[in-house]
């Protein structure tokens, strides 16, 4: 996760990429641990994953330039604005963690236990730079964890200490809380936006 706080295009938007992933493992595996796979692809990946983290990659690239994107980085505090694209994408995983029955049929406790299992089970095929950051998110269960918003407290705790210069990341959370119902309409704005990309991605490839 610190890679994501240098100000590069990398996303921690776990769950979304997920949700956004659909109901085929290997795209939702891709899409989970695509910030952990650098370099031009297939990057030594199996044709499936590969596949998913073009996907993670081009969800990305469309969220850069969506207008409630854009929208709900322009709400962070001056003093964060460096770190607003990945801070926006903390809060949007919160707010789709937290309206979990909204989005999904599925709880949200069976839903983030199949992605671990279905990320273990594509363990071998992955980076090993990516297994223990892998291993260590479905111990903490860090894909539930944002439904609360201590939850995402914490994880900016944790991506403030493990970046590599000081940064404001921990208590970026204030932001999101003033400024909660305007975070929450750009993510619904936002979300359908992205499913109709990912469906027009898909049958384009």
């Known amino acids: 996760m610190a890679a994501a706080t240098r100000g590069g295009a990398a996303r921690v938007n776990f769950l979304a990429h997920a949700l956004l992933a659909g109901r085929t493992p290997a795209l939702v595996v891709g899409g989970v641990a695509g910030d952990w796979i650098k370099g031009t692809l297939p ?20 969220a850069e330039t969506h207008p409630a994107f854009c929208a709900s980085r322009a709400r962070m505090s001056p003093g964060r604005r460096r770190y607003a694209g990945v801070l926006v994408d903390i809060f949007y995983d919160h707010l789709l963690a937290r309206d979990w029955a909204r989005y999904h049929d599925e709880t949200l406790a069976g839903y983030c236990a199949a992605v671990y299992c279905q990320i273990a089970e594509r363990r071998d095929d992955l980076p090993p730079s990516a297994h223990h950051a892998l291993e260590l998110m479905a111990r903490e269960d860090w894909l539930q964890s944002y439904a609360r918003v201590e939850g995402i407290a914490d994880v900016l705790v944790r991506m403030s200490r493990r970046a590599r210069q000081p940064n404001p990341l921990a208590g970026a959370e204030v932001d999101f809380v003033a400024a909660a119902e305007g975070f929450e309409n750009d993510f619904r704005a936002w979300l359908p936006d992205a499913r109709r990309f990912v469906d027009g991605w898909l049958a384009a490839r």
């Open 43 to 62: 990057a030594g990946l199996p044709e499936d994953l590969a596949r998913g983290v073009a996907l993670h990659r081009a969800i990305d690239a469309f």
